[in-house]
């Protein structure tokens, strides 16, 4: 467990800062950078550190639903429906986390940061899925107003088996590696199931709550979380991710995206590094 | 039959709308409860150096940011079963069942040390 003094406090203040506003520049939740930050930089043990950061995942979803709600745009129904699969998932990589060496945990997330790395460079020119408004959304479907478009978005979920499969990976690799696992469920949903973007997105971010809830409380219930090192991290983040939604010009993500894939490259090959030791 | 089906159709979209705003609530509520906990706890310790208060406040504001999404769960559960939408009352009991299990893991593998 690492030493709280106030200059740490203040850098994790910081940090937490630039992974909010990175986070909702990217529409990611910011993990992806905060657990390699506090485990390659600061030394922190991986547990502590994907603790920390899994505390910042449940106050951005918390946050960023409750703006949302109303709008139509989360699918609460299809969200609660996968929560089941994610929140299994997630139960299972919090136990499992608790037995599996630091190193294998860094080789790990050195792989998905690889992946995470490719889904971004993949999706630099987003696409969205045109539908016809008059067709019937079923139980699982959904119906939104969008902004740009001034129309009305409808869509039915397809492939709901592989939405579920991958929110149980999702919510493994989360209490695993401390991260949202929006970056796996968003593109799964998006590309495959049939959800327009934003929908898929707002869903995600809605359901990360829960799947973070069932591993943040297995480390903090194991001891692993630090409580003032994850409140100066959640306070950075809230502040980050408010100032990103605020002056963050969508304009440029195409470069930040590009920028952060290369970042996660050299993550992933420390954490190869540092784990085949 | 026709007209029960009508009702039944219109009953959960109300519900559904009834739903997001509650939920909304809860999740508002949780953040802004947790996050005043959190840096008022975190104020303390920077500059008195922390003591019993602090410890109580981060710990105050860390349960209550955990508890949110279980809340909204609860809540979820309870909208269904009053809208006797019971498929979806099962869904959202089962992930209260995980997260609970996640608790009593927790406990557990704290009394192993």
């Known amino acids: 467990m690492p030493v709280v003094t106030a200059t740490l406090t203040l850098i994790i203040f910081a940090a937490g800062t630039a992974a909010g506003t990175l986070g909702a520049l990217l529409g990611l939740g910011g993990g992806v950078f905060l657990v390699p930050f506090f485990n390659l930089v600061l030394g922190f043990p991986f547990s502590a550190s994907a603790a920390i950061s899994l ?12 703006g949302r709600t109303g709008k139509q745009l989360i699918n609460m129904k299809l969200g609660m429906l996968l929560e089941v699969a994610t929140a299994a998932g997630s139960f299972l990589g919090g136990v499992t986390a608790q037995f599996v060496s630091q190193s294998v945990l860094q080789k790990l ?9 490719l889904i971004m460079l993949s999706r630099l020119r987003r696409r969205n899925v045109i539908l016809d408004p008059a067709a019937d959304p079923g139980v699982l479907g959904g119906r939104f107003h969008e902004d740009e478009s001034g129309g009305t978005v409808t869509y039915r979920v397809k492939r709901l088996p592989l939405a579920v499969v991958a929110s149980f990976v999702a919510g493994n690799v989360s209490s695993l590696l401390g991260i949202g696992g929006g970056i796996i469920k968003v593109p799964v949903l998006n590309a495959w199931c049939g959800i327009p973007l934003r929908a898929a997105a707002a869903t995600s971010a809605f359901m990360i709550g829960v799947t973070a809830t069932a591993g943040a409380t297995i480390y903090y219930g194991h001891g692993q979380l630090e409580p003032t090192l994850a409140a100066a991290a959640v306070l950075g983040v809230q502040l980050g991710s408010w100032g990103g939604m605020r002056f963050g010009a969508a304009a440029s993500a195409k470069w930040l995206k590009i920028l952060m894939a290369a970042a996660l490259f050299i993550v992933s090959a420390m954490m190869f590094m540092r784990g085949g030791r | 039959m026709s007209a029960d089906r009508g009702s039944g159709r219109s009953a959960p979209r109300a519900g559904a709308a ?32 922390g003591g019993v208060v602090t410890g109580i406040l981060l710990n105050t504001g860390i349960v209550v940011l955990l508890a949110t999404p279980v809340v909204r769960v609860i809540v979820s559960t309870v909208q269904y079963v009053s809208e006797r939408d019971w498929a979806f009352a099962t869904l959202t009991f089962i992930v209260l069942l995980e997260l609970a299990a996640s ?3 927790a406990l557990v593998l704290n009394r192993r040390g």
């Open chain 2, 103 to 105: 608790a009593i893991a």
């Open chain 1, 55 to 66: 505390t910042t995942v449940i106050a951005t979803s918390s946050t960023v639903s409750a």
């Open chain 1, 109 to 117: 997330f050195g792989f998905v940061a690889v992946i995470v790395a």
């Open chain 2, 18 to 49: 009834t739903l997001e705003r509650t939920v909304g609530t809860v999740l508002r509520a949780g953040v802004i409860a947790s996050s005043v906990c959190l840096a008022v706890g975190l104020a303390l310790s920077l500059f008195t150096g």
